[in-house]
């Protein structure tokens, strides 16, 4: 008898390649029956391939108006898919922790666990209900103060209000940046009641699992706070505050922008367009009509993006926050890289960098097609592409006109940024080890 066995996969980082490809592919075809479209016939292939990867990813760009479109049962396919995107994410994100710690020896470990303070070393159906759990309740408050809003104030029938508040606080949570307006949330640009709820439901879900579980048990003694949740505060309120800053000044007197509303309205729909570059996605004001210098500033936010192990893309806080250090220690002559009284293992250095320059190297390269074969502008190219890759889902308004090729480089790159960084750091510490020999020295000319 001839037993038939399945490819087995040998690395951690294939398995969450696989599952996520699995789950596009699947999407792509739910959205390609003649049911999810709200008009005759059924999606293209390019569509519902473009959309369900951006909403698997958690990206939020769209070829096609998701509330015109889709109808409501497309719409319930893109919903759960940022779901199950988001859940993956977190989970696994978080799972690669306990993976990484199982590598090195006993005391190793135990000195992981007490530096963490936020993982066990194998309860692994505590990550997996945890981030369930932390998922589902801040969903729920976000989506209760949605609903009402909506049916109170804009009056919206009670069914079609809580579908709104679902819909919304799912997509915010996740940063996935989908919208049942056509418009995102410009209509919506100076109620607190709509973009204070969305915009702190994306900060969460940016901060991520471990850090968001931390807070719960120790909120109110941040000195036991690990090295990982300080850096992604630090860091955090920094970007939040600063992109803020940054796009309040530069679009206040926009007349396409920020120029008509009121002082208060400025600094709400300011702090939102600060926070969405964390990768969620809505935009309060449209983004077309943005000065170029707010673009490039936008462009840095989206790369950085949000905190590992949670919904945000880009190239992570810590990873940011590490080379920053690096470059301080260096200026300074100092031999060791120290955060906050820790000290950085060279390894975690060179991890860093390499997922900085092959994420450079993916912009770069995608940015180039975009200049080459389209006439958009370097600004606008450069924009669409780093919001694909960093799992925005901000456009400058180019992606639904552009040539099938394009935005099929468009789908690749964003599931690219999804889980390349994720995968190639797990790599790079999975496969750490310590050579038992040291080759003789020598020092290049630097500069």
């Not at 909403?55 to 015109?68: K, Q, R, W, Y």
């Amino acid at each position: 008898m001839v037993t038939r066995r399945w490819p087995r996969l040998k690395h951690p980082a294939q398995a969450v390649v696989a599952g996520f490809a699995t789950a596009v592919a699947v999407g792509t075809g739910l959205l390609m029956l003649p049911v999810a479209k709200a008009g005759p016939g059924g999606a293209g292939v390019v569509d519902a391939l473009f959309t369900s990867t951006s909403a698997v990813c958690v990206t939020g760009l769209i070829v096609v108006d998701t509330p015109v479109y889709w109808s409501g049962f497309g719409q319930a396919v893109i919903l759960a898919l940022i779901q199950v995107g988001g859940f993956g994410i977190m989970t696994f994100a978080s799972l690669l922790v306990l993976l990484v710690s199982h590598r090195f020896g006993l005391k190793a470990r135990l000195t992981a666990a007490a530096e963490t303070k936020t993982l066990g070393l194998g309860d692994v159906r505590s990550v997996v209900t945890g981030v369930v759990k932390v998922s589902l309740l801040l969903e729920a408050v976000t989506a209760l103060v949605l609903t009402l809003r909506f049916a109170t104030a804009y009056d919206e029938p009670w069914p079609r209000a809580v579908w709104l508040g679902v819909f919304h606080a799912v997509s915010a949570f996740n940063n996935a940046g989908f919208a049942l307006y056509s418009d995102s949330l410009i209509g919506f640009a100076t109620d607190p009641w709509v973009c204070l709820p969305v915009a702190l439901a994306v900060i969460a879900g940016g901060l991520g699992f471990p850090v968001l579980f931390e807070l719960r048990r120790r909120w109110s003694r941040p000195g036991s706070w690990s090295l990982h949740t300080k850096i992604v505060l630090w860091a955090s309120g920094i970007f939040l505050v600063g992109g803020s800053a940054f796009v309040t000044v530069i679009e206040w007197s926009n007349p396409a922008t920020l120029g008509p509303m009121d002082a208060p309205g400025k600094l709400l729909a300011g702090f939102f367009q600060g926070v969405m570059p964390r990768t969620a996605g809505f935009n309060s004001v449209d983004t077309s009509q943005m000065s170029p210098a707010s673009w490039l500033g936008t462009d840095v936010l989206m790369f950085v993006g949000g905190a590992s192990a949670g919904t945000a893309g880009g190239i992570k806080v810590t990873t940011f926050a590490v080379l920053f250090f690096v470059i301080y220690a260096e200026i300074r002559g100092e031999g060791a890289v120290n955060i906050f009284h820790r000290r950085l293992h060279g390894d975690l250095q060179r991890q860093a960098l390499t997922v900085v320059l092959l994420s450079v190297a993916a912009v770069a390269v995608s940015t180039l097609a975009f200049v080459v074969f389209t006439d958009h502008s370097l600004d606008q190219s450069l924009f669409e592409t780093t919001s694909a890759f960093a799992t925005v889902g901000l456009s400058t308004g180019i992606t639904a006109g552009l040539h099938p090729g394009l935005q099929l480089l468009l789908v690749a790159l964003m599931f690219i940024g999804r889980l390349g960084p994720i995968t190639v750091a797990s790599a790079l510490a999975l496969r750490a080890r310590v050579r038992l020999y040291d080759l003789p020295e020598e020092r290049p000319v630097i500069g």
